[in-house]
């Protein structure tokens, strides 16, 4: 019994080894380059650690990387598959497919990749999301436009990471920036959403053996797609116990999982990240939802507040292994709830001359810290929303404090941090 990896991410924040210790089977990684030079990670010399592991340049290729799964897949005998990476998704439940292996299929994964698939079986269930189209051509966008006004969201029905979302706020910048995507023959690959105003929350948490044992909902401080031009420290907080969002938060994302997942199906083991709008005027409206543990360290924040790793249970989980701190969840009891608050505190890469760092922090409530550049490297710009300069998860007994030292940390981290024009 195997279990192959396809991993395009760096190393460090998934140590597959320790999650997976009591894992008596092969464990074979499939990894991309490119995403450990991002990183600044060194590149692995030998297995790493695992029974196998190679190397692709990238995982742009995705003919690419299925021939090779497949080839790894008949040579070690594999019977599991993971992907924590939302590009990566899609690929496992293919091979799945394949292989006749057990976990999610590709029509499984689909209301979860594909944007506009997934808004439409929400609209079907009573769920509030974007007004939305998928424009072919440059006058479909334009007559959306009409219609609905500004701003409006473009980008890509199955994207990530806030890659390549523009923000389009005037018929011109629309017109402009659409006959450019949209020149050419008809293409169906884009999704055009209505902005819609608010704080950006967000629910994470666990499927096991069909039923959600572990949820819990957070908010953001900062806009995702600012990623770019955003030189200050990005605060993401959880929300208290009785904060009056949390309940309303965990109700619409259990009915979201509903809508599109089938309860009997292959999908039982699995982690999820939900985004969900809170507007002005108290309406919940959601922007997306992915079948996969949530990115930056959300992962780790779920250790602050359940003392566990979020990636790693849900590593567990798909392979069927014990859960030990979500047993009485298991049973079909009370989820477990969150002994302290936590949030994470995270600074953008910028292009230039990394000239000053933040110092590591040493207060007793700062579970982790990390810093992705050294004094004298030339960094370039941030490639997505999670290409991180430096960032810390912190702990506290209630939401007010925690995100108190939050933003203490963030703005010595400014202070700290000088980037200047590369020479």
Same mark, same amino acid.
């Given at each position: 019994?195997?279990?192959?990896?396809?991993?395009?991410?760096?190393?460090?924040?998934?140590?597959?080894?320790?999650?997976?210790?009591?894992?008596?089977?092969?464990?074979?990684?499939?990894?991309?380059?490119?995403?450990?030079?991002?990183?600044?990670?060194?590149?692995?010399?030998?297995?790493?650690?695992?029974?196998?592991?190679?190397?692709?340049?990238?995982?742009?290729?995705?003919?690419?990387?299925?021939?090779?799964?497949?080839?790894?897949?008949?040579?070690?005998?594999? #019977?599991?598959?993971?992907?924590?990476?939302?590009?990566?998704?899609?690929?496992?439940?293919?091979?799945?497919?394949?292989?006749?292996?057990?976990?999610?299929?590709?029509?499984?994964?689909?209301?979860? $990749?594909?944007?506009?698939?997934?808004?439409?079986?929400?609209?079907?269930?009573?769920?509030?999301?974007?007004?939305?189209?998928? +424009?072919?051509?440059?006058?479909?966008?334009?007559?959306?436009?009409?219609?609905?006004?500004?701003?409006?969201?473009?980008?890509? !029905?199955?994207?990530?990471?806030?890659?390549?979302? !523009?923000?389009?706020?005037?018929?011109?910048?629309?017109?402009?920036?659409?006959?450019?995507?949209?020149? @050419?023959? +008809?293409?169906?690959?884009?999704?055009?959403?209505?902005?819609? +105003?608010? #704080?950006?929350?967000?629910?994470?948490?666990?499927?096991?053996?069909?039923?959600?044992?572990?949820?819990?909902?957070?908010?953001?401080?900062?806009?995702?797609?600012?990623?770019?031009?955003?030189?200050?420290? $990005?605060?993401?907080?959880?929300?208290?116990?009785?904060?009056?969002?949390?309940?309303?938060?965990?109700?619409?994302?259990?009915?979201?999982?509903? &809508?599109?997942?089938?309860?009997?199906? #292959?999908?039982?083991?699995?982690?999820?990240?939900?985004?969900?709008?809170?507007?002005?005027?108290?309406?919940?409206?959601?922007?997306?939802?992915?079948?996969?543990?949530? @990115? &930056?360290?959300?992962?780790?924040?779920?250790?602050?507040?359940? @003392?566990?790793?979020?990636? &790693?249970?849900?590593?567990?989980?798909?392979?069927?292994?014990?859960?030990?701190?979500?047993?009485?969840?298991?049973?079909?009891?009370?989820?477990? $709830?969150?002994?302290?608050?936590? @949030?994470?505190?995270?600074?953008?890469?910028?292009?230039?001359?990394?000239?000053?760092?933040?110092?590591?922090?040493?207060?007793?409530?700062?579970?982790?810290?990390?810093?992705?550049?050294?004094?004298?490297?030339?960094?370039?710009?941030?490639?997505?929303?999670?290409?991180?300069?430096?960032?810390?998860?912190?702990?506290?007994?209630?939401?007010?404090?925690?995100?108190?030292?939050? !933003?203490?940390?963030?703005?010595?981290?400014?202070?700290?941090?000088?980037?200047?024009?590369?020479?």
């Amino acid at each position: 019994m195997s279990l192959l990896i396809l991993h395009r991410n760096p190393f460090e924040p998934f140590p597959y080894q320790s999650w997976l210790s009591d894992y008596t089977g092969a464990v074979v990684v499939l990894a991309a380059r490119d995403r450990l030079r991002i990183s600044g990670e060194p590149i692995p010399t030998g297995n790493h650690g695992f029974t196998h592991l190679e190397m692709l340049d990238d995982f742009e290729d995705e003919e690419q990387v299925r021939g090779r799964a497949l080839k790894l897949a008949d040579e070690f005998g594999v #019977r599991h598959v993971l992907a924590f990476h939302e590009g990566d998704v899609t690929i496992a439940a293919w091979l799945r497919e394949a292989l006749g292996l057990a976990g999610a299929w590709t029509a499984e994964v689909q209301p979860f $990749r594909d944007k506009a698939l997934m808004k439409e079986r929400l609209e079907k269930a009573g769920v509030e999301v974007a007004r939305y189209t998928v +424009p072919q051509n440059a006058q479909e966008a334009l007559d959306f436009a009409d219609l609905h006004g500004f701003p409006l969201v473009l980008k890509d !029905r199955a994207g990530f990471n806030s890659i390549g979302l !523009r923000i389009l706020r005037d018929r011109e910048e629309l017109r402009a920036h659409t006959e450019r995507v949209l020149a @050419g023959a +008809p293409r169906d690959d884009l999704i055009l959403e209505s902005f819609v +105003p608010g #704080r950006m929350c967000h629910v994470d948490g666990l499927v096991a053996q069909g039923r959600t044992v572990l949820a819990w909902p957070s908010q953001y401080q900062y806009d995702l797609a600012s990623y770019g031009s955003d030189p200050g420290a $990005r605060i993401d907080l959880t929300l208290d116990p009785d904060d009056p969002l949390t309940e309303r938060l965990l109700t619409l994302t259990n009915r979201v999982l509903a &809508a599109l997942r089938d309860p009997g199906g #292959r999908m039982q083991d699995f982690g999820f990240h939900a985004e969900i709008f809170h507007t002005p005027d108290d309406r919940l409206v959601l922007c997306e939802i992915a079948c996969r543990p949530g @990115g &930056a360290k959300v992962r780790e924040v779920f250790h602050a507040m359940f @003392g566990f790793n979020l990636g &790693a249970y849900a590593a567990r989980a798909s392979l069927g292994l014990p859960l030990p701190l979500l047993e009485q969840s298991l049973r079909g009891g009370v989820r477990p $709830r969150p002994h302290s608050m936590a @949030g994470q505190v995270l600074m953008m890469k910028r292009p230039g001359l990394l000239r000053s760092v933040p110092a590591v922090p040493d207060e007793p409530w700062v579970e982790h810290f990390w810093l992705y550049g050294e004094a004298g490297q030339v960094i370039p710009p941030a490639f997505g929303s999670s290409d991180f300069l430096t960032c810390a998860v912190a702990s506290a007994p209630t939401r007010t404090e925690c995100e108190r030292r939050l !933003r203490e940390l963030g703005a010595r981290f400014e202070a700290q941090t000088e980037i200047t024009v590369a020479p």
